[in-house]
Each structure stands twice: as C-alpha cells, then as structure tokens.
C-alpha cells in the first residue's frame, strides 16, 4: 500500500514538473512573441513619423522630394495595416472566437482584382528594395473562367497579403514575383500562387513553415526579427474555406498556392 502510494506520489512529482516546464516554455514563447511585436511595430511606426517630420519641414525641399517623403510613409503604413491585421486576428484565435465563417459574409471572389489589388499595396516597397511583382494575366483568366469561388472577402485578401509580404521581405534584389492563377481540377480548387527567388526553404522545413511561431534557418538569418505567425494565419485561413495552402521549393525557388474550392458554375477548359 506505502508503495502504490510513493509511485502516485512520484508520477504526481513528476507530472508537475513537467507542467511547470511546458508553463514556462509557454511563458518564454510569449516573451519572445511580444518583443518581436514590438520591435516590428515601432519600425514602421518610427519611419512614419520621420517621413512626415520632414514633409512638413520648413526647410526649402523640392515638391519631388516631399513627394518622396509621403510616398516613404505610405509604404510603411501598408506594413503597419499588415501587421495588425495579423495581430488582430491572432487574438481572435486565441480566445476562440468569430473564426468559425458562421457569421461573417461570403462573397464570389474576383480572381483578376483580387490579385491586382494586392500587387498595388506591395509594389511600391518592391521597388525599393530591388524586387518586381508580374502578374501573369493569362494564368489568372483561366483560373478566373475555371469556376466561381466565394470566401470571407477581408481574410482571403489577408491570406494573399500575408504570402505577398513574404515573398516581398525574402526575396532577393533584382529578382522578380510572380503572382498567377492555378488550379487542381481532381480537387476541384483553384486560385493564386505566388513563385519568388530568394531564401531557400530546405526539405526538412518544408512540413513546418505553416506552423505558429516557425521560421526556418535561411528566413531568420536574412531578417532576424518576426512572429513566424503570417503563414500559420494562411493557413487556418484556408482551412476555413475548406481549400488549401501549398509550398513547393526547390534551391532559392519556392511556389506557395492558395487554392479554394470550386462553387460552381465556369467553362471548365
């Protein structure tokens, strides 16, 4: 009986410590998250107020160059929305609520717009960094003729901006983005895939780049600070369209898809 009860008395041991350690591993994941937060917050937000500090100078600057100055702070506002966006809907996950699609309104999704719109918030901060964004027309039309698609209009477009940005942050100067459409007619799906050159995501890496929190070896060298949260949201995005998010890579070459299932309707060629 003394023995049964000293190895409920160890397992419990046991188990404690094994909570208090996931406790703080939890704990340090937070710390961690938060200063990343912070950090990837104040850059935008410091480069904003340098831009309008010196729009609205006294000083005797060119129509050009003030010019230049707001163009700096709009560039660096699309990367602030982004990143609340992402934050908010985090904390939405977190506590479990509105992610279901049951109360949010579901729209017929304009593949050609959808697109476009999102190279217009990113191709300005492209272009300073080396870095074009082709869209690849004739691929979207098919897609777009492929059949109708419907989504939750806010979240598909944060799916594509979060995938953009990536591509957009990782790529290397003097390379191009290639957004176009793509489907898989035995699955029924269709949509966007988004081709860079830039970092490389090894094979190993390949199973995890959807998971909260990871990014790979070459991502964290090139730019050290980040969430690894963007492409964990795509994919719970996509799940709640019953639809898909891929990644292919190989070498510096990597293919992510957002593929959405068909509602119905298109020609099918």
């Not at 699609?101 to 697109?115: C, N, P, Q, T």
Request: hydrophobic share 40%.
């Amino acid at each position: 009986m003394v023995s049964s009860d000293n190895r409920a008395s160890n397992d419990l041991r046991v188990e404690n410590q094994m909570l208090r350690e996931e406790l703080e591993e939890s704990r340090a994941a937070t710390r961690r998250y938060m200063q990343n937060l912070a950090h990837q917050l104040i850059s935008p937000l410091t480069a904003i107020r340098w831009a309008i500090e010196g729009a609205k100078s006294t000083e005797r600057i060119s129509a050009r160059e003030r010019l230049d100055m707001l163009e700096a702070a709009e560039r660096q506002a699309t990367l602030l929305v982004h990143l609340i966006n992402n934050f908010r809907l985090m904390s939405r996950l977190e506590d479990g609520s509105g992610f279901t699609g049951d109360d949010e309104d579901w729209s017929a999704l304009d593949l050609w717009e959808f697109v476009n719109g999102a190279i217009r918030d990113y191709r300005v901060l492209a272009s300073e960094r080396g870095i074009e964004i082709s869209m690849l027309g004739l691929s979207l039309r098919k897609a777009s003729r492929y059949c109708e698609i419907r989504v939750i209009d806010y979240l598909a477009k944060m799916a594509l901006s979060n995938v953009l940005a990536n591509a957009v942050s990782y790529s290397d100067a003097g390379t191009v983005i290639t957004v176009g459409g793509v489907r898989d007619e035995e699955k029924r799906l269709v949509g966007v895939e988004v081709a860079s050159m830039g970092v490389s995501i090894k094979p190993e890496e390949i199973k995890q780049v959807f998971r909260r929190g990871f990014r790979g070896r070459g991502a964290a060298q090139k730019r050290p600070a980040g969430t690894g949260v963007g492409l964990f949201l795509v994919q719970r995005i996509m799940e709640l369209h019953s639809g898909e998010a891929t990644v292919s890579a190989q070498g510096k070459q990597s293919s992510f898809s957002l593929l959405f299932p068909c509602n119905g309707g298109g020609d099918n060629d």
